[in-house]
Nanobody
């Protein structure tokens, strides 16, 4: 069972905001980078954002730069995705995962090959 639980999705209008959360259940993943991915039906899962263990480095997929912000609270073993100015093309199921290095997440190589349930984000036009 993947020890990552996503939440915070919902239905918003274009231009709206949401904050997603992902909690690592039962594990601290000390030293690991964490990241967010998203998937729409019949398409491959896509990298969205990643953050290093100490939050010194963050990475974003081009289409979300300037609109999304990734952050983490290691004391709570939680990673967040703050999404502003949402667009209909952001509609997807959002998932989180971890990896020893943020570059692994950027390249779509997370530590876990399986995924949690994700959280649905729907942006209406």
């Amino acid at each position: 069972q993947v020890p990552l639980v996503e939440s915070g999705g919902g239905l918003v209008q274009t231009g709206g905001s949401l904050r997603l959360s992902c909690v690592a259940s039962g594990r601290t993943f000390s030293g690991y980078s964490m990241g967010w991915f998203r998937q729409v039906p019949e398409k491959e899962r896509q990298f969205v954002a990643a953050i290093s263990w100490g939050s010194a480095a963050t990475y974003y997929e081009d289409s979300v730069k300037g609109r999304f912000t990734i952050s983490r609270d290691n004391a709570k073993t939680t990673v967040y995705l703050h999404m502003n100015n949402l667009k209909p093309e952001d509609t997807a199921v959002y998932y989180c995962n971890v990896a020893p290095y943020a570059s692994d997440l950027v390249r779509g190589r997370p530590a876990f090959g399986s995924w949690g349930q994700g959280t649905q984000v729907t942006v209406s036009s």
